[in-house]
Every structure is written in structure tokens, then in C-alpha cells.
T-cell receptor, first 116, second 115 residues
């Protein structure tokens, strides 16, 4: 079974609209971390935001926020006021302590295209 | 200098060639990683070095040979590759390996094509 599932292979969004990228995860660990990365066409993976399993509040970083629903095992990325430069691949990843020895487990990604 | 630099950015090689990918990090990190990114597949972790010692080797074929001469440099030596090895190879570093919160910093990758 996949540990990280990103159900949206691709999305088109109008500039200035908010966008939600879905991520669900599967773990039996109590302690884990969730990450979102952005990969523009240049290839570099850029860290966006982190949520710890024990964090009570949703993480926010500028225009990025993470909608963390622990009981549903969901960690959706919300980008507010989208910009043309947000067009990229977006990857959700999880780090467990017990099950994966601190390795990051990655989803297959969502390709986001912002339309002017 | 950018944080993590990879060279070459593009490489085309025949199946009998020997080549190397180079990664250099200027962040003072203690852990370095090689990942393989193939189209429509999740990133695959290949190797992890922590304080210059290899700590992870995820069932990678022996035609890929890593080398970490110091904490700032990481190489991936390639020989007798197969066409299915064509992919984007990403190098990353992190402050240390065993932290839940530690994010990875990536280079722009080396796009490898094996003919």
C-alpha cells in the first residue's frame, strides 16, 4: 500500500485564486513529520512547509498553509493568491521514526499550472 | 554560491561508458543523499551519507557507486548503465540525518540519458 497518496496528477488554477493540493498518508507511528516541496522546471526541490504530528496548530509559511487533519491522515497544502511562478510540481513527503528509519517517503506529485 | 550544486546538469552516455556525477554543498551540513527521480514515480532514495559514512544503501545496483570524500562533496560513479537508468539524479543535504524536522536542501539535479 502506498504510504503517501497525492490523488491529483495535474491541476489548472486561475491566477490569484487559492488552490488546495491533496495529500493523504498512512503510518502507524505516533511521531512523524510531513513536508511539502515544490519542484519548478529547473529541477531543484524547494522546501515549502513542515508539520509535525504533535503540532496542534496548522503550519503556515507566507502564502502556504498546511491543512492538517490527523484523524483523517490528511495534510493538504493550501496556496493563497496563486501566482504564475507557482506553476510547478508539488510533492508531499513523510518522515517516520520507527517504520522507515528517518527516510523521507514521497508521493508521486501534483503538477500545478497557474493560468493568467 | 548556491547551497547545493550539481554537475553536470545534463549527461548523455552509452551503456559501456564510465562517468561521474558530482555534488557539492556549501551549507555546512553533515548528511548527503542521492535520489533518483523517474517520470511519474516517487523519488527513490539511493544512498545516504552521514559524517562521510554510508548509512543507507537501498538495494541499488552495483553499476552505481557512491563516494563521499568529505562532508561537502558527494559523487555518483556510473558504469555499464542500462537505458532504464535514464532519470534525473538529485543530490540533497541536511544538517544531520536523524531528525524528524530536518528538511532536505536539493541541487537542481543531473539529467542522465543512457543510450
Amino acid at each position: 500500500a502506498q504510504k503517501i497518496t497525492q490523488t491529483q496528477p495535474g491541476m489548472f488554477v486561475q491566477e490569484k485564486e487559492a488552490v488546495t493540493l491533496d495529500c493523504t498518508y498512512d503510518t502507524s507511528d505516533q511521531s512523524y513529520g510531513l513536508f511539502w516541496y515544490k519542484q519548478p522546471s529547473s529541477g531543484e526541490m524547494i522546501f515549502l512547509i513542515y508539520q509535525g504530528s504533535y503540532d496542534e496548530q496548522n503550519a503556515t509559511e507566507g502564502r502556504y498553509s498546511l491543512n492538517f487533519q490527523k484523524a483523517r491522515k490528511s495534510a493538504n497544502l493550501v496556496i493563497s493568491a496563486s501566482q504564475l511562478g507557482d506553476s510547478a510540481m508539488y510533492f508531499c513527503a513523510m518522515r517516520e521514526v520507527e517504520n522507515s528509519n528517518y527516510q523521507l517517503i514521497w508521493g508521486a506529485g501534483t503538477k500545478l499550472i497557474i493560468k493568467p | 554560491e548556491t547551497g547545493v550544486t550539481q554537475t553536470p546538469r545534463h549527461l548523455v552516455m552509452g551503456m559501456t561508458n564510465k562517468k561521474s556525477l558530482k555534488c557539492e554543498q556549501h551549507l555546512g551540513h553533515n548528511a548527503m543523499y542521492w535520489y533518483k527521480q523517474s517520470a511519474k514515480k516517487p523519488l527513490e532514495l539511493m544512498f545516504v551519507y552521514s559524517l562521510e559514512e554510508r548509512v543507507e544503501n537501498n538495494s541499488v545496483p552495483s553499476r552505481f557507486s557512491p563516494e563521499c570524500p568529505n562532508s561537502s562533496h558527494l559523487f555518483l560513479h556510473l558504469h555499464t548503465l542500462q537505458p532504464e537508468d535514464s532519470a534525473l539524479y538529485l543530490c540533497a543535504s541536511s544538517q544531520e540525518r536523524g531528525r524528524i524536522t530536518g528538511e532536505l536542501f536539493f541541487g537542481e539535479g543531473s539529467r542522465l540519458t543512457v543510450l
